[in-house]
């Protein structure tokens, strides 16, 4: 069955400091995944996707993930974090018309 | 830009009313996509359309029911509404699924 696995609920880190969210999923053939983002009381906007090619992905707002077929997974990461980066962090696999969604990371980060 | 429009940010209804969630699209997409999100469950489909008139059952669609007469609108029903449909309501649109969704604001229902 298709599933995607968000294991941190919640994740706490200090401004300035490196982030790294995990995401795995469990998909039949080659995914489509995907990264959102989603700020309090919005919709959630699109990161950054993975088709094929370069396992490294980079998207909006510093963020980039990492494809690693062999592990199941797609982490995402920023080297630095911002104080604005604080939301709840979803990842997405593809299927026919609809998306798996992971059940979300939320993010604090302290000043 | 895709915009995706949800008629209502903030929605209070009665248990028993019929309730009505518009979403409006303005990038001619075929697929639409109605969500409800909780705390601790993420986001479950309710109901999805990938063509004008079609409609396909989500993950939970008891009651409720859809609407999609024209290509941009996609509409939510709750044809009675209860207390454990208070939620936050997602709508998003998509070309094609790998392309990814956009989404709207979101419609925070409270059934009282």
């Known amino acids: 069955a298709q599933s995607v696995t968000q294991p941190d609920i919640h994740i706490t880190v200090s401004e300035g400091a490196s982030l790294e969210l995990r995401c795995n999923y469990s998909?039949?053939?080659?995914?489509?995944l995907f990264w959102y983002v989603q700020s309090p009381g919005q919709g959630l906007q699109l990161l950054l996707k993975y088709f094929s090619g370069d396992t490294l992905v980079q998207g909006i707002k510093g963020f980039e993930a990492e494809f690693k077929r062999s592990q199941s997974s797609f982490n995402l990461r920023k080297p630095s974090v911002h104080w604005s980066d604080a939301a709840e962090y979803f990842c997405a696999v593809s299927g026919t018309y609809k998306y798996i969604f992971g059940t979300g990371t939320r993010l604090k980060v302290l000043a | 830009d895709v915009k995706v429009t949800q008629s209502s940010r903030y929605l209070v209804k009665r248990t028993g009313e019929k309730v009505f969630l518009e979403c409006v699209q303005d990038?001619?997409?075929?697929?639409m996509f109605w969500y409800r999100q909780d705390p601790g469950l993420g986001l479950r489909l309710i109901y999805f359309s990938y063509d004008v008139k079609m409609k396909e059952k989500g993950d939970i669609p008891e009651g409720y029911s859809v609407s999609r007469e024209k290509k941009e609108r996609f509409s939510l029903i709750l044809e009675s509404a209860s207390t454990n449909q208070t939620s936050m309501y997602l709508c998003?649109?998509?070309?094609?699924?790998?392309?990814?969704?956009?989404f709207g604001s979101g419609t925070r229902l409270t059934v009282v």
């Open positions: 998909y039949g053939a080659t995914p489509y």
């Open positions: 990038m001619d997409h075929e697929n």
């Open positions: 998003a649109s998509s070309g094609t699924a790998n392309y990814g969704y956009t």
